[in-house]
Structure formats: C-alpha cells, structure tokens
C-alpha cells in the first residue's frame, strides 16, 4: 500500500505544473484524497482535497482559481493542476489518503514532490 | 479558519523523561484533533486521531487527550527516534489547517 508523486520540477513565475499521484494496493476513489504542501524549512500547508462520496473539491484560499484537483479512477490516481504559479508556491507536495470515506485524517503519505517556482 | 497554535516551539528534554505537547485551537474542534510525527527528509507520520485514538501500531507510550480547544499530545518515556517535528490538525471545518509545529529535541 502506498502512495506516489510525481511531476515536480522548476518552473518560471505564471507557468503551470501538472502533479500526480499513484495510488498502490487499494482503490483510490474509495477514500478522499488530499495534497498538503512544505515550503522549505517550514511547516505543512492543507492545499486541497477530493472527496470520494460526491467528489466536491475543496481548495485553500491561496490556491483556489489557480490549481485543480482530479481523480482518474481508471488509473488509480489524483492529480493537481497548477496554474500560474508564484514564487510561494514553492514547496514539497504530498497527497495523502484518508483513514476512510471522507475523513480528514491522513493514514498515508506519499514521499512528497519538490515544486521549484523561479525565474 | 481555524488557527491551531502549538507550544512550545522547541522542547528541550532527554530520554527518558516525559513529554508533554500542547495544541490550542482559535474555535472549538470539538474532538477532530490529529497529531502527527515528521522526521527529516520524511512525509509526515498519523499518530493520533479525533483528539486520543492511537494510530495503528503506535507503541502505547503516545498519548493524546483534549477536546474543544485545548488538546495535549503526551509521551510518557522519549525514546531516541521520539526526537521530531510534531504538528497538530484541526478536520473541524474548512479549511483543513493545521499548527505550526513542535520540535522535540534531545537536550
């Protein structure tokens, strides 16, 4: 059971990155699913979550308009969308899955995505 | 939103002896409260949930107690790899927030 990200990379002020995230040993859409973000030195940030009862997206103040999430359940996995992106942005992106259903408590990390945004 | 403010910051303390982590919520939480262990260069670890259910498999030595808006993560004898960040993380409302951080370091 696990969970992995990719995606990440540098990229210059107002361009976008695509995340993913690869769920293994379970069904995916059964469970939210969350991104949390780390800028460097610093602590975890609630980015955004999918639900999997009626997949409402929830979104942070700081990213709403800019990033999307997504889920393909036909290839187990959760996406975020970024749009232009700011120099705050920068940070490792984890997604995690929920205990169950649409509780917001994380069993399982992936080990995370470094999203670099310079010029 | 819910601010979470943790404290202390930094906490001092040798093996052995007793932890004690607070968490302060702006709002009641009532008891959707987790805990959670990071260590460098790792994604972040479930300890505890809804205020003092332990995660599966944490050894017994963790403890979390509170409701409303005061929550306490406890342990009772530090082991070495006990010495980590630790965050606390409100399921309340939305936006999911979560506190700032403790770090456990060995005095």
């Known amino acids: 059971v696990q969970l992995l990200e990719s995606g990440g990379g540098s990229v210059q002020p107002g361009g976008s990155l695509r995340l993913s995230c690869a769920a293994s040993?379970?069904?995916?859409?059964?469970?939210?699913m969350t991104w949390v973000r780390q800028p460097p030195g610093q602590g975890l940030e609630w980015v955004s979550a999918?639900?999997?009862?009626?997949?409402?997206?929830y979104y942070a103040d700081s990213v709403r308009g800019r990033f999307t999430i997504a889920r393909d359940n036909s290839q187990n996995t959760v996406s975020l969308q970024m749009n232009s992106l700011r120099a705050d942005d920068t940070a490792v992106y984890y997604c995690?899955?929920?205990?169950?259903?649409?509780?917001?408590?994380?069993?399982?990390w992936g080990q995370g995505t470094l999203v670099t945004v310079s010029s | 939103e819910i601010v979470l403010t943790q404290s202390p910051a930094t906490l001092s303390l040798s093996p052995g002896e007793r932890a004690t982590l607070s968490c302060r919520a702006s709002?009641?939480?009532?008891?959707?409260l987790a805990w959670y262990q990071q260590k460098p260069g790792q994604a972040p670890r479930l300890l505890i949930y809804?205020?003092?259910n332990r995660a599966t498999g944490l050894p017994a030595r963790f403890s979390g107690s509170g409701s409303g808006t005061d929550f306490t993560l406890s342990i009772s004898s530090l082991e070495p790899e006990d010495f980590a960040l630790y965050y606390c993380?409100?399921?309340?409302?939305?936006?999911?927030?979560f506190g700032q951080g403790t770090r456990l370091e060995i005095k």
């Open positions: 995690a899955k929920s205990t169950y259903s649409d509780k917001s408590v994380y069993d399982l």
């Open positions: 993380q409100q399921r309340r409302d939305w936006p999911i927030t």
């Open positions: 040993g379970f069904t995916l859409r059964n469970f939210l």
């Open positions: 709002q009641s939480v009532d008891t959707y």
């Open positions: 999918l639900s999997a009862s009626d997949n409402t997206a």
């Open positions: 809804d205020a003092s």
